[in-house]
């Protein structure tokens, strides 16, 4: 070796360095191991997480669709112009057409009812399916004179297949029965149940006449090759302007709420996570191998090699290491991919056909190489200037952190590298510079913190503690601690890891059926008051929840702080506009508020106590800034004939995503109760039959009584909802499953660290237990201070991702915090001394010539 | 919030978006006995009154009272020097039923003439027919108990012929059966001219526009007037 060394510059080969690469590493190759294997699980993170987001992300775009059944719909309650249909038909691969209307239809001998029939030309549904028992009966219907039908209509008129059914002037066999149809998530096409006959016999039930109320719609397929943008979005226009509705695939999303976006929102933090985890793994595995390395750059260095010689020997290592690392990181994360929803496929709700997503794959290799790199520079480059004798003799001291040019450049090289990885994973430079900025912000604070803890140890650690305690806390701030890397790297995880966890946490219980069993599915509307006692005990005999009794009064407004229609309006200072006087106002009247409101400004009181008090009516938010009032102005009511004056007396937010009542003007009990009125009653039915027979026996005792049935369109939107659900929590639990794992492996890394000190601790007669706490003490303290780091950093993520992302309030829940320091530190604490039993279990020669 | 489709969808279930679980219902309207609505709400007025009971179309869905029809008459009943107030006693989405439950409520304005606009919303809801007759009944008997001497009358309907003929057919008829039975007058359709033209209807398709309202205007005009005392 020797010889070799002291080649003289001129003749230095060029395939030297990768020899020396090469030798050097055959020393150690155990330790090498551990690191390669670090690197590889930081990137399998990256693959795995980048994959399995890709794929769900495809799926539930395939779910969504259902929720139309085409990508786009064309309706109006007249005919499409054939100019305008055909303009439509050229940029669409497929085309159907749907003729709706209401009708009274015979069941022969059974009696009548009011339905929604619809004729199906095309082969609409393209995404998701008229789902019939039997399955083949929504295509066979179409062949003939047949019809399918509403389950529960069948079953409250007690038809069965083959059985009859009278549309207009024509009979239809029937083909089956419909449990559920895509498209369906609109409740005003719900009120009545649905019958669906083949378009050829339209005209033949002669209920296609003038006069008739008809409904239509075309579906349209994009053709896939055809780049459509500009030009659909002109038709689109045009159709608009001529009085039709024209709904697409994202008009609907929006109309399931804030699902889809958070769900967008909350795969983009996974993008993010993925790619710092994949860093972590690489940078704190790279950062510690080049450490050790720094004696031996020294005695090169006294050798006579020059610096960058021997800085390139690391880097070449570091380079191949990574390289290594990645590519085995790469075929565990495709593994990963490609069988755990193998294994998980019978308790999963989704359908994933994980196929390899290559570009996961080579961001992962070149991830892996380049932050190696960029990372071993960054700690060798320091070791330039630095006189070969002080390296040797500074193994303690030297590395104070000190003003380089090209550690500056570097450092900006790496923050760079993240900001294009993070631009690529999320598609957008905005977004991309912000995630950048949160990174810095937050490495800086958990730096900072390391070196609070360092600092603070030193200054405050009492003398009177005993020595192993002492020995253990000063491992903190005396030389060749390891506090700062640890404190970042378990802070950072911990961080990103508790805010996925509460993340997915509150946006699964915001999107999905949270409670699935308690929601409501069926609406009573029109109860009249001398109904509703009776109308009760029936529900309750048939063992139904009453989930919600609301009585309705209907009003006018009249006057806003005493001015009407026109004087509101010429009022510039506070123009009221017109349509606040002229639609009919549907109130009710409670002494409290619901769960879905929630009081934002004034006082609710909830009774009025005498007759003559002033009236408190409290409205909805956005409703007062419409109206632009204040609390304390005052509303004058038309109660059909009884004026009525009240005032504004409280603000309240409405969540309108729940199938229930709500209402822009709310009473206070003690003034409605003599109004006209009438009762609206939510409840539940779980069973098809029991629905069916519940429905039949409203409508045969009270016949004016409407029921409105939403278990037809909360189907199609439930799974769909539920499936964002679970790509939200899958991705969430998979991203800190291997976050943990990650995290593991830096903490696995500090082993070497303290091995040298610990067999000399042994030598000089310390016994194992007070080597156990020795260790114990430093990492208690390293993992308490990071996860403690870890949760204030995302406590602060979540509440401002909640505040300007998802828009919910955090609150911090004191049982989940102490969790996850418990199992942060725990996690410290055993690896620390797994870590070091080799060290305490065999004798300190044998530890000292195997490893060093 | 979409607007209506329909009669009969009263506006708030569009309110219902689908989402999540339902709360707990709070304890609510145990019926109090005191309320700060009157029991009688009357005007002191020594002219006549002609009531406007009906659903949607007298109430002037989505529109300025003032566009409703029994405003525009109420204008022409002044302009011609007739000694009578309109009361607009509409409300969209009014059934027979809920009719029935209100005119009560409603007869605290004493009528002279009573002009009865419901079953539409029947109608386009599908409830049984026999259910509509019996109720408008119960209505016009209540007006005169209230009235022996009232002039009422009978707003003829029909429902649109999609709804199968068999009932449309039943459906027409009861407006004149009532009427005949009854002695009222009768308005054999109150939507002529106007039902079925895109230009009079909201977008809806069922609701008038205030130009389709003039149209409503004048047909009732017309079998009004000979019900009314003459002009001083």
Redesign the interface.
Known sequence: MDKKITVSQEKYSRSWPFKMAWRDSRKSRGKLLLFIASISLGIAALVGITSFRENLLEEIDEQAKTLLGADFSVSG??QLPDSLFRKFESISSSESRETF??????FPGRG???TQVRALTGDYPYYGEIETVPAEASQDFRGGQYAIVDEKLMIQYNVGIGDSVK???LSFAIKGSIRKIPGQ?D??TS??PVVYIPAQFLDQT?????????NRTAFFQFSSEKDTAGVWTEMKLQAEAL?FDVDTIEDRKE???RAFKDLSSFLELIAFTALLLGCLGVASSIYVYVKSKVQAVAVLRCLGMKAHQAINIYLLQVAFFGLIGSVIGCIMGVIIHLYLPEVTKSFIPIEITPTVYWPALYAGVILGVTISVLFGLLSLVGLRKVSPLSAIRSGFESRKIRWDKLVAIIGMTVIFFIFIALWWQLKNPLFALVYTGILIGSILLLFGMGKGLSWGMKKLLPASLPFVWRQGMSNLYRPNNQTVVLVTTLGLSTALLAMLYFMQDLLVQ?VS????N???NT?L??I???QREELHQMTIDYSLP???????V?M?LLEVNGKN?NEAWNDTTARVP?WA????Y?VT????????ETLVAGEWKG??E??SDS?FVSISKNYAENLKVKIGDELLFN????V?KTYVGSFREID????????LVLFP????????Q??VL?T?VDRSDLSAMYQQAVVQQF??V?I?D?EL??KT?EDV?GKVAFVIQFMGLFSVGTGLIVMISAIILSRFQRMQENVLLRTLGAVKQQLWKIIAAEYFFLGGLGALAGLILATIFTSLLGKFVFEFTFIPNMIHFGAIFFVVTSTSVIIGLLNSRNVIRHSPLEVLRNEL | MKTATTIEIPAWIFCFSLLISCSTPSKNATAVEESVIPEEVTRKDERKTILFFGNSITAGYQLDLEEAFPAIIQNWLDTLGYNYRVINAGLSGETTASGKNRIEWVLKTFPDVFVLELGANDGLRGLPLEESRKNLQEIIDAVKAVNPEVKILLAGMQVPPNLGQDYTKSFRTIFPELSESNETALIPFILEGVAGDPKLNLSDGIHPTPEGHQILASTVWKYLVPLLDNPS
């Open positions: 309650n007249k209307f209401s009708s009274m239809v015979l009548t009812r009011l549309v207009g002037d998530t409740v005003g009120v009545a002669g209920l296609i006449m003038k006069g008739s109320r008809i009085g109309e399931t709420g915001r059926m949270a409670g699935e308690e929601r409501p609406v509307f029109d009249q008051s001398n009453i989930m919600q009794d609301v009585p309705i209907t006018r229609k017109g006087f002229n639609r009919e549907r009247y409670r002494d409290s508020l619901i769960s879905s009774k009025l005498s007759p009236i109660v059909q004939g009884a009525l309108w995503r729940r199938v229930q009542t709500n209402f009990e003690g003034v409605l109760e003599n109004a006209p009438f009762h939510i539940r016949p004016n409407s409105i939403l369109i909360l939107l909802l």
